[in-house]
């Protein structure tokens, strides 16, 4: 235990050296559901945050399309990611709404999760199953009973917690990915952004 939880450490740490904070646009999942940041959209009161000193959430620096990076497979590199091939897009909008795309190359068809967000009072966005949805998954996992995210500055990064835990061994950043190679090779694959 106290060995796996040194390396999500090393890992976190390793992560945040690696930022280069670069500015790329950040695109829409689907364009019937997205619709950017809009040049007005400055902050989106929920009735959460910091209400205190009556600041409404600032949902500004959220807002975006985000990727899941293997750490053991660099992004934009064709390789073997350590046994997880999947490609996995986040995206949260300003309407309170956000969705997750995960694909994997043995699936036929990626699935997509539906959410509603909630700010919360320690930072996070606490996630809540969307229009659609019955229960309240994530990735792999049918079912969890809590999931939320929260914004690491300066390069806009996410941290997902489920259920009390972080992810192991991914890093999610600003971004779209894409598949360049699903898997046409045994235990290769290369995502990369889109459009590169």
């Known amino acids: 235990m106290m060995r796996a939880r040194m390396l999500f450490v090393s890992l976190a740490v390793v992560s945040s050296v690696g930022c280069n904070c670069s500015n790329r646009e950040i695109v829409a999942l689907d364009s019937d559901t997205s619709s950017g940041v809009p040049e007005d959209m ?10 205190s000193i009556g600041e409404p959430f600032d949902a500004s620096r959220w807002i975006g399309r985000y990727h899941f990076e293997n750490t053991f497979l660099p992004f934009g590199e064709r390789g073997d990611p350590g046994g997880d091939y999947s490609l996995v897009n986040f995206e949260i909008l300003p309407d309170s ?24 009072d320690d930072g996070w966005l606490n996630l809540h199953p969307g229009q659609g949805e019955t229960s309240l998954r994530f990735l792999g996992r049918t079912d969890v009973e809590t999931l939320r995210v929260q914004l690491i500055e300066p390069c806009r990064e996410l941290e997902f917690e489920a259920d009390g835990r ?23 694959m290369q995502v990369d952004y889109c459009g590169e």
Do not use: K, M, Q
Not at 172 to 180: A, D, F, L, M
């Open 42 to 51: 400055t902050a989106v009161s929920s009735g959460s945050g910091d209400e």
């Open 97 to 120: 709404r956000a969705s997750l795309l995960y694909d994997d190359c043995n699936f036929e068809l990626p699935i997509v999760i539906a959410y509603e967000w909630l700010p919360s």
């Open 166 to 188: 972080g992810l192991s061994f991914s890093v999610v950043r600003p971004g779209e990915s894409c598949w360049v190679d699903r898997c046409t090779t045994p235990h290769t």
